[in-house]
């Protein structure tokens, strides 16, 4: 059984440790803790390693995040991995910080990322594990606290918050996006 598990973000420096990158810093972190190795290939970067019998594919998506569904079209016909196999981690405004929601299915919800995979690989009906960021702005200032740092109390609670979308979605891997929602989402 093959898994693609991708992390929405925007690559270059100026982006790295901003909400809108908690994408990539998740699928970091599980790359980190499962002794897999990133390498730069065709519209993203691309790590693989072993779970319970699974293989699991990571990718960070370098078509910057309003393109990210080129990148995911493209590795889901590559490696053959159905639309069901595919895991989407991805920020999220109207969910507190730290809060985890994973869906079968659902709508892109304004979030440009996930507008570009419903239109580039057939729909809204592949997994998504929503990670929220919160919406602690004024309004007229959703794009510069998407853009922007976290702040330090949010940086030293976000390893919690990783961790806890990690188990997410290998337990997505090897139970199911049923039985993982069951056990996961409050």
């Known amino acids: 059984m093959k898994y ?6 925007n690559i270059g420096p100026e982006y790295e440790l901003t909400r ?12 980190d803790q499962n002794g897999a ?22 990718i960070k998506p370098t078509t910057y995040m309003n393109l990210s569904g080129k990148a995911v079209n493209y590795w889901m016909k ?12 991805v920020d999220d ?3 507190p910080f730290g809060k985890l929601r994973m869906r079968a299915k659902g709508s892109a919800a304004g979030h440009n990322g996930l507008k570009n995979i419903e239109a580039l690989c057939g729909g809204s009906d592949y997994p998504r594990l929503r990670f929220g960021i919160g919406d602690n702005y004024p309004k007229g200032r959703q794009v510069e606290y ?8 949010e940086i030293d609670e976000l390893p919690i918050f990783m961790d806890k979308a990690i188990e997410m979605s290998l337990s997505f891997c ?8 069951t056990q996961f989402n409050d």
Request: charge should be positive.
């Open 146 to 153: 998407v853009l922007g740092r976290w702040t330090q109390k």
């Open 37 to 58: 190795e990133w390498k730069s290939d065709r519209l993203a970067f691309i790590a693989q390693f072993k779970h319970k019998g699974r293989h699991i594919y990571l």
């Open 78 to 89: 590559e490696l053959n991995i159905p639309k069901e196999n595919i895991m989407v981690i």
């Open 4 to 9: 693609l598990i991708v992390g929405l973000g």
């Open 20 to 31: 809108h990158n908690v994408g990539f810093l998740t699928v970091d972190r599980m790359a």
């Open 174 to 181: 090897t139970i199911g996006i049923n039985m993982t929602m």
């Open 93 to 95: 405004v109207a969910l």
